[in-house]
């Protein structure tokens, strides 16, 4: 019961500050929105590299751990 209304809430939450919108966002949005991302390259887990500008069209995840 007690993860039923933890997962409400947080989800209340997320949608309420989704709508939560400052100035500051507005200038960030008009240099990052519909543009498209920094290319790179990165080292694949089963050898080789691949590059971000060769997965055009393609869904991509990126997921990025540090670890110390």
């Known amino acids: 019961m007690h993860k039923k209304i ?3 809430a947080s989800m209340t939450a997320l949608f ?3 709508g939560c919108r400052s100035p500051e966002n507005s200038a960030f949005d ?3 929105l519909n543009k498209p991302a ?3 390259e990165l080292q694949a887990l089963g050898g080789g590299s691949v590059r971000l500008s060769k997965q055009r069209g393609k ?3 990126l997921a990025f751990f540090a670890h110390g």
């Open 16 to 18: 309420a500050m989704s």
């Open 6 to 8: 933890f997962a409400v």
């Open 59 to 61: 869904p991509i995840v």
């Open 38 to 40: 920094p290319d790179f």
């Open 30 to 32: 008009a240099l990052v």
